[in-house]
């Protein structure tokens, strides 16, 4: 088989983007970093992104063992799946994760066991083709707040446990970016206007939580970037404007949810809703081509936020009932 060429996007400062092919071209973002000869990747996609991986180090110079890290922000598996197979092909990389998350990359059963549970067995082997486990030697597992030097760049992990409880956002004072993974909601290039970029969290199952989810963007804005990196999709530089966009949304999800609550179908009237809160923001926004293109960019989300958004519902009932 020919080896794929990687659509990367170079976005200054030595940081490239690089489409991972997960679902559809632009939504899933790897990041390189490229210091002084050696290099680091934030988020890796899927195992099927891993030859795309290879051919954006052939693109850039960087040669396999020149890469020291793999930025894991959380494991779920269109930021983590191919993080195996990738360090099996890079001799000095180490991974680097959180402390809750490091046991399921050594023993990535619970990860597979969830995407199968989400998805059903045939489309959880198309879209992340296995997941391969990595030995617990080569695993950096970091405190908030570490720092990590890239050839003298300096990279500071600092935990954001909204999105998943096992994440954390990398903060790179040399461009004044984050790399927020899933901790600043999602923001597509198609969803572009002349009123700018359009964001809104992601509430995938199973760990959502309003309250940290809001805590991540503070702690996120408390840096005062210039501009993030999202897994989903790379660069947005309108702040502070999408962090309140994201407040409003996290409220916008709660209250959605709280909605229906009780309802017979239940998952239905949750989609239907978001569904509705997007083409109306959608239509604020400036966004052309009415409803069928909503569909067609936002259906994967607004079903993934809404399993998302019923096990966060029946946690707190859980909870409360307890
Ligand atoms: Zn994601």
């Known amino acids: 088989m020919p080896n794929p060429i990687a659509a990367t996007t170079s976005i200054g400062n030595g940081i490239f983007a690089i489409d991972t092919d997960y679902i559809r ?30 051919d954006a180090l052939r693109q850039y110079d960087v040669d396999v063992a020149d890469v020291d890290y793999l930025f894991l922000t959380h494991v779920h598996l269109d930021h983590a799946g191919g993080a195996g197979e990738l360090l099996k092909l890079l001799p000095n990389a180490k991974a680097v994760v959180h402390p809750r998350g490091a046991r399921h990359l050594i023993d990535p059963n619970k990860l597979i066991e969830g995407a199968i549970a989400v998805y059903g067995i045939e489309r959880f082997q198309k879209m992340y083709g296995g997941v391969t486990p990595i030995d617990a030697e080569r695993l950096i597992v970091v405190d908030d707040l570490q720092q990590l030097q890239l050839a003298g760049r300096t990279l500071q992990c600092f935990f954001t446990e909204g999105h998943a409880r096992h994440h954390y956002c990398l903060w790179d004072p040399a461009s004044a970016g984050v790399f927020t993974g899933d901790s600043f909601g999602v923001s597509y290039r198609e969803l572009d206007t002349e009123n700018g970029e359009f964001i809104f969290p992601t509430s995938t199952p199973i760990d959502f939580d309003p309250a940290e989810a809001h805590k991540s963007i503070d702690r996120v804005m408390a840096y005062e970037p210039s501009q993030l990196y999202l897994t989903h999709y790379s660069r947005v530089t309108g702040l502070p404007r999408l962090a309140d966009d994201m407040h409003h949304s996290i409220d916008a999800f709660v209250r959605i949810a709280m909605a229906h609550v009780d309802a017979i179908d239940r998952t239905a009237e949750i989609e239907h809703s978001l569904f509705d809160y997007f083409v109306k923001r959608l239509k604020l926004h400036g966004l052309r081509g009415g409803t069928d293109r909503v569909h067609a960019i936002l259906d994967f ?19 409360t009932n307890s």
């Not at 934030?42 to 795309?52: A, E, F, I, M």
């Not at 607004?302 to 029946?314: D, F, H, P, Q, Y």
């Open 25 to 54: 071209p632009l939504l899933d973002a790897s990041h390189l970093i490229v210091e002084a000869g050696r290099a680091a990747f934030v988020d890796t996609g899927t195992n099927n992104s891993v030859p795309l991986l290879l």
């Open 301 to 319: 989300d607004v079903s993934l936020n809404t399993m998302g958004l019923e096990v966060w519902l029946e946690r707190k009932a859980k909870q």
